[in-house]
């Protein structure tokens, strides 16, 4: 198993670009998430998905869409890239139910100039 | 308000010593999981412990245990006899009944053990 894949590694944008971070995972889970990690803070929730075609807001959405046409992949889309969002950017994702460890993708790291 | 508190923001100890990370949570749900994440110099997130709120049983996993005390609301993680490899940032975690899928985060207690 790969576990929990992201692409890329790292991207530098400049404002009002778009983008699409990847994540992926191969261990068959319901429960996907996206994190934003910023020095300080801890890891803070963005999106997350319950299932293929089913999503949901966390604590910080603004400026980010998802999807989730399968149960492998949930891509995080930036909209129109600014300053703020220049952090680093995990994907986890969990079995669900009474073993609701999140595991964690390598993280992406993304500067917006 | 935080969910999840870690005061310690970083600490230092030289090896060998013994060492406690605080995480004081809040929640208003009797049912709840608490974990502990390690994130070592290299960036990725490790997951060590999940524990139930109702389980307050002390875990030991060979140097590391946790102190779980719902009268506190805290949930103590202690490094015996640290090493150079323990040094990483910690956080620890809580999600809800309500929503098992959301986690919240403390900001992260940064340990550097030094040889």
């Known amino acids: 198993n790969a576990g929990v894949t992201q692409t890329p590694k790292f991207q530098v944008l400049k404002t009002g670009q778009s983008m699409t971070l990847q994540c992926a995972q191969d261990?068959?889970?319901?429960?996907m998430s996206w994190y934003r990690q910023d020095p300080g803070m801890g890891l803070r929730l963005i999106h997350y998905?319950?299932?293929?075609?089913?999503?949901d807001q966390g604590e910080v959405p603004n400026g980010y869409n998802v999807s989730r046409s399968t149960t492998e992949d949930f891509p995080l889309r930036l909209l129109s890239a600014a300053p703020s969002q220049t952090s680093v950017y995990f994907c986890?994702?969990?079995?669900?139910?009474?073993?609701?460890?999140?595991?964690f993708g390598p993280g992406t790291r993304l500067t917006v100039t | 308000a935080q969910k999840v508190t870690q005061a310690q923001t970083e600490i230092s100890v030289v090896e060998k010593e013994d060492v406690t990370l605080d995480c004081v949570y809040e929640?208003?749900?009797?049912?709840?999981?608490l974990f502990w994440y390690k994130q070592p110099p290299s960036g990725e997130l490790v997951f060590l412990i999940r524990r139930n709120s109702f389980d307050e049983q002390n875990e030991i996993s060979g140097r590391y245990s946790w102190n779980f005390q719902k009268s506190t609301s805290s949930f103590n993680f202690t490094i015996t006899a640290s090493q150079v490899v323990d040094s990483a940032v910690y956080f620890c975690?809580?999600?809800?009944?309500?929503?098992?899928?959301?986690?919240?985060f403390g900001s992260g207690t940064k340990l550097n053990v030094k040889p």
């Open positions: 975690a809580l999600s809800e009944a309500r929503n098992f899928n959301k986690f919240y």
């Open positions: 261990m068959n889970h319901e429960y």
């Open positions: 929640t208003r749900d009797t049912t709840y999981y």
């Open positions: 998905s319950v299932g293929a075609g089913i999503t």
């Open positions: 986890a994702s969990s079995p669900g139910g009474a073993k609701n460890e999140q595991y």
